[in-house]
């Protein structure tokens, strides 16, 4: 594995942890994410396995994905500051949700790499899986779970904004 693909994880889950103490939510914030994500999509994406096996198991990914990605923005707390800045909390679950999926594509790599191949291959082939489904599989996971968890607080932060108008402290942080 190359250095990139020890710090692509790596900057996934940085986008969540530095909401831990709260972080403004703006587009810059919601955006960032997708286009590592899209950057890395079109770096290593070159096609897809058209089998249904195949497909099946992207699609599976890309489920997986969004579930992970729109829980994690579902648990993230949004509450404005005094000042009327809205706010976004990444609390325990969050973090646990998106440290999931981030370190679990990372782990499959790993062992993918050192040991895990022919293991891999016995699945894939018991399953009719063929090999080359994998990476897109991984990869389109990886961007659903970004673009989930992106839809989930852009919806509720507009919805929030809304709501509340220009008004400080209209939406408070969950326990």
Same mark, same amino acid.
């Given at each position: 594995?190359?250095?990139?693909?020890?710090?692509?994880?790596?900057?996934? /889950?940085?986008?969540?942890?530095?909401?831990?103490?709260?972080?403004?939510?703006?587009?810059?914030?919601?955006?960032?994410? /997708?286009?590592?994500?899209?950057?890395?999509?079109?770096?290593?994406?070159?096609?897809?396995?058209?089998?249904?096996?195949?497909?099946?198991?992207?699609?599976?990914?890309?489920?997986?994905?969004?579930?992970?990605?729109?829980?994690?923005?579902?648990?993230?707390?949004?509450?404005?500051?005094?000042?009327?800045?809205?706010?976004?909390?990444?609390?325990?679950?969050? /973090?646990?949700?998106?440290?999931?999926?981030? /370190?679990?594509?990372?782990?499959?790599?790993?062992?993918?790499?050192?040991?895990?191949?022919?293991?891999?291959?016995?699945?894939?082939?018991?399953?009719?899986?063929?090999?080359?489904?994998?990476?897109?599989?991984?990869?389109?996971?990886?961007?659903?779970?970004?673009?989930?968890?992106?839809?989930?607080?852009?919806?509720?932060?507009?919805?929030?904004?809304?709501?509340?108008?220009?008004?400080?402290?209209?939406?408070?942080?969950?326990?």
């Amino acid at each position: 594995m190359s250095a990139f693909d020890f710090l692509f994880p790596l900057l996934l /889950i940085f986008s969540v942890v530095r909401q831990v103490r709260g972080k403004h939510l703006n587009w810059f914030q919601l955006a960032w994410p /997708i286009a590592l994500v899209a950057w890395a999509a079109d770096k290593y994406l070159h096609g897809f396995p058209t089998t249904a096996p195949d497909l099946a198991l992207i699609v599976a990914a890309a489920v997986l994905g969004v579930v992970l990605g729109s829980l994690a923005g579902t648990f993230t707390t949004l509450y404005r500051r005094g000042d009327g800045a809205l706010m976004a909390k990444a609390t325990s679950a969050t /973090i646990l949700l998106w440290v999931l999926g981030t /370190i679990g594509r990372l782990v499959f790599g790993l062992y993918a790499q050192h040991g895990g191949g022919p293991g891999i291959a016995a699945f894939s082939k018991a399953h009719a899986v063929s090999v080359q489904a994998w990476g897109p599989a991984l990869i389109l996971m990886a961007l659903c779970e970004v673009v989930g968890r992106t839809l989930v607080l852009g919806s509720r932060g507009a919805s929030g904004r809304q709501a509340s108008g220009d008004r400080p402290a209209s939406t408070s942080p969950r326990p």
